[in-house]
């Protein structure tokens, strides 16, 4: 067990999927409100609360993988480790950095605002503590995770991350009713099309309305740990948060069960199509 994550399943896996929770973090500092303008329970906007908790079947089922515990609003690990916005630093670290649109919007490697609380800090940080939180939390988790893929690869030849997040609830469009889930490859950048669509089939088996890539396609750590090319494959996938929590979207409700279900679901069926592929591969 590293401080900051929590590493679940055997090394090597016994699957070629590899499960990441990275945005469900809830193990606040608890001095957070010496440099936060707000509490630790204000900050549950920036959480996919309980999303750890929707991995719990595929845990049970053997699949191996990470559940970040470090907030979200402490460091984001979706985000590149330069993806900061220069202005909630003291002194510039480096020479200016190409920001993501998240970053520009203040959702970078450290939060910096919200839509709904406005700025979140109280000071600027130091280069030092932004760097603390990188080798404390980000870089440690991302190295981790590198490797679960890579001793995937080494057992079965290709491997296969299920990024699991959770999203607020969709507005529909022109009548129609939002998607309840949704699938992200980076525009097919990190997965094959073919694994995309299991994933879709299967929740939509389930009873889900699905969407790909809209609204969400996915972030750095598909880009890091995808390689498409290379038999190497991720996929995010993004569940509404109604689905799984109560009226008040902060506690589990009744519904977790059944996304618990879906969630080893998409494990299985994504595992068969990757060793089918690679016992094709190797009949070839």
Partial sequence: MHASFDRIGATPPAFPIIISVPHAGRDYPCDIEKYCQYSSSRLLCLEDRYADLLADHAWLAGYSGLVSRTPRAIIDLNRAEHDLDPAMLTTP????????????????LIPRRTAGLGELWRRRFTPTEVEARITGHHRPYHQALGALMQHAVE????ALL?????MP???????????????????GKSASPMLTEIACATARQAGFRVAVNAPY???????RHGRRDDGIHALQIEVDRQLYLDATL?????GIDCIKALIAGLAAALSRALTIEALTIAAE
């Fill in 155 to 158: 057992r079965f030849g290709t």
């Fill in 93 to 108: 670290a480096g020479p200016p950095a190409l920001l993501s649109v998240k970053a520009r919007g203040g959702l970078g």
């Fill in 217 to 223: 396609a996915g972030g750095h750590i598909l880009d």
């Fill in 250 to 254: 902060s506690e589990p409700g009744t």
């Fill in 162 to 166: 299920l990024d699991v997040h959770s």
């Fill in 169 to 187: 609830p969709l507005s529909g469009t022109s009548g129609q009713h939002p998607p309840q889930i949704v699938i992200g490859d980076r525009f």
